[in-house]
């Protein structure tokens, strides 16, 4: 423990320890998740509060060796036991981003939604030299900077691999992995008839192709690898979308499914289905008639639903006209 005085001293930061914790002296590896709460103050002799996280709703969550922007606040997490409390003064030049850190978490854990948006337009040292940040406390902190005192204490500790990871944590290899995982765990949910879970479970893994797609070169093999497991998400959430009466979202992601497989009878199909929930008749006809050219073994079916358009668009013309000789009856 001395030693890790004597390596944090060196680097212009003092620690005091105010609870010892538990357990032995910490070794945490990469991947390693840690929940603390933090209090900033300044070296003042009033220790003036700048931020303090026990005045938000859940404490500050870190995930070791993910460079968090605040690259001090690792270092000196790295050198705590679980439940233990200390003090750290640290050097003005471990701490020059905290303004601007600063401002990211009030925004994050703001119960002002409507502050946060206000103050989130700009970013960088260009929101800093522009605009300021938006708290007269930080725009004082950037304007003379100085030595900061953190107070922290370390709420519990979880083992790589012990806590399900989210998706912005993971590397690709663990990315693919996640996609098997979301695929099997929505068909789950499909059969137990929790659509709106189950949509959520193909969501996800739209975003985590996406982000692979980001990778590659569109037209690669590898890209069109990605597009084409895509379209098997896409085309499952779009059924969960249209079991929930969600039509629009059904609409926008078949059409996309269409774009790469045209005659994709079933993307034709929930398209057509969820036009006719959104009430375009003249494109639920268009998509139905498709489908009785690609598939005919599914005639029967889609001309009980043309039917079932015509009678609505009787019904709805005789409304319309209703409603017109009542304009003219005042």
Known sequence: MAEIFAQLQQKGILKKILYAGEGLSPDYKDGTKIFFHYKTTKCDEEKTVID???????????????????EVWEELIKTMRVKEIAEFIVDQKHVDQYALVSKQLRGIFSKNPKKHAENGHCCGMMAMSEHGLGYADLDELVKNPQPLTFT???????????????VWTLNDDEKIKRLDTLQADGKVLVKDRK???????????????????????????????????KIVFLSNFSECKLQIGDFYPVIEHTSTVLKRQPDNVKALFRRAKAHMGA????????????VMELDPSLTKTVKKLLHDIEELQKAKDEEDKKKLQGMFAK
């Open 52 to 70: 303090n996280s026990r005045h938000y709703d859940k404490p500050m969550e870190m995930i070791l060796g993910k460079k968090f922007k605040l």
């Open 279 to 290: 009430w375009n008749p003249e494109e639920a006809k268009s998509d139905f008639e498709r």
């Open 152 to 166: 922290m204490e370390v709420l519990s500790v979880h083992k790589p691999d012990s806590f399900e990871k989210e």
């Open 195 to 229: 659509y709106h879970e189950a949509a959520d479970k193909y969501s996800e893994a739209v975003g985590i192709l996406e982000q692979l797609e980001m990778k590659e070169k569109p037209g690669d093999p590898e890209w069109h690898e990605l597009e084409d497991r």
